[in-house]
């Protein structure tokens, strides 16, 4: 059975930091390019970071550039999303997503509230 779960959301402040976790199972976790997406109501998902099987290529957003850092522990089936510098437009549910080639699969999402 296939499963993602995100995980480390929570409401902070604005500058304040966050480490998302999604942790895989049920499929070759290395074969897969992850991603992570948020959404917020009213809007269509919008892709935050991506990164390659291997760990060795990451792609972001430019809303998160030098603030956010995407990695991946293929030992432990896990990706991870470091977010720094938080601000309240960054608020959103975070979602995790599996891809390779046309098999795609997708976590249940981790909310994330920036406010002061």
């Known amino acids: 059975q296939v499963r993602l779960v995100e995980s480390g959301g929570g409401l902070v402040q604005p500058g304040e930091s966050l480490r998302l976790s999604c942790a895989a199972s049920g499929f070759t976790f290395s074969n897969y390019v992850m991603s992570w997406y948020r959404q917020v109501p009213g809007k269509a998902r919008e892709l935050v970071a991506s990164?390659?099987?291997?760990?060795?290529?990451?792609n972001y957003a430019d809303s998160v550039k030098g603030r956010f850092t995407m990695s991946r522990d293929n030992a432990k089936n896990t990706v991870y999303l470091q977010m720094n510098s938080l601000k309240p437009e960054d608020t959103a549910v975070y979602y995790c997503?599996?891809?390779?080639?046309?098999?795609?699969?997708w976590g249940q999402g981790t909310q994330v509230t920036v406010s002061s």
């Open positions: 990164i390659t099987g291997a760990g060795n290529s990451t």
């Open positions: 997503k599996a891809r390779r080639v046309f098999t795609i699969y």
